[in-house]
């Protein structure tokens, strides 16, 4: 396996990454246990929600990938390209991070994310996601945007910045459609104070290396070092088999009409505006 800075918490969970069915050892639940959803009154709302549940099953018995909590980098060719070329990337983010204080919050964007994160220390600066993008971000990472487009599937891009001492409680993502790429851009030492678990693995990031997992099964983050960390952080369409691909592929294209992805994109938008204006203003300044 070339998950090398992946360890077991406890056995290792015996997953065959060839195998449609779930390994008992790994198993995927609806909902975080402790964490209570955001209040969503539509009844379209409940409607979708009630599908994608149905949908979730699908998916773990039409995987083409098994349903490991982390997979194996050599699942997904494409993840090598992604390496060879993020020294690219980590050029265009040390520019970013030139305004750091300024990045929004991640639950000023989501604001569902209220219901792990509350503080000020996981930032974002969003590229693109489920068909909306930031023209505006691009333009300030074109070779980060050149090299995502590499990813078949291609649903979310965005740097994920853990400002020292955040810790993301235990939670589980919205849906199993889609699978999560972590790129190691900035990772502080010491090893030990800075990880993510999913499920009963425990892994580190490392510059310049990927690391692949789904999100639906309950994990959790954490830089308890004294220092930024910062990956590139996408989601991409996990590889199904007919007919959950179908289905997959349509809830993927409505989720642009849902209330989560709206709020963002306007709450994006806000903040866009003040941030490029802001920008505007100090260069009419120094001119």
Known sequence: MDQTDCVAMTSPATT??????????????????????????????????GIV????GLNLRYSKVGNPPVYDKATFPWARDIEKEWHLIRAELDKVLL??????????????????????R???????????????????????????QKIPGLKTAMFSIFEPGKHLPAHRGPYNGVLRLHLGLIVPEPRDKLAIRVDKQICH???????IFDDAFNHEAWNH?????????VDFVKPLRFPARLVNWALLNIAIFT?????????????EKRFYAEAEALRNKAS
């Not at 549940?53 to 979730?56: D, M, N, Q, R, T």
């Not at 490392?206 to 690391?211: P, R, S």
């Not at 070092?225 to 952080?233: G, I, M, N, Q, S």
């Open 16 to 49: 065959d990454q060839t195998n449609s069915t779930p390994s008992p050892d790994a198993k995927q639940t609806f909902g975080t246990e402790g964490i209570a959803p955001m209040e969503r009154a539509s009844l379209v709302t409940r409607i979708l929600m």
């Open 53 to 56: 549940g149905w949908a979730e």
């Open 99 to 120: 305004r750091q204080s300024e990045l929004p919050s991640f639950q000023d964007i989501s604001t569902d994310v209220k219901t792990i994160s509350q503080d000020t």
């Open 122 to 148: 996981w930032k974002t600066f969003f590229l693109a996601g489920y068909g909306l993008k930031s023209e505006n971000n691009i333009k300030q990472c074109p070779e980060t945007w050149r090299i995502v």
């Open 205 to 211: 990031w490392e510059e310049g290396k990927a690391l």
């Open 225 to 233: 070092t004294d220092k930024t960390r910062v990956v590139l952080f």
């Open 259 to 271: 209330p989560f992805i709206r709020e963002g994109l306007d709450n994006h938008n806000e903040w």
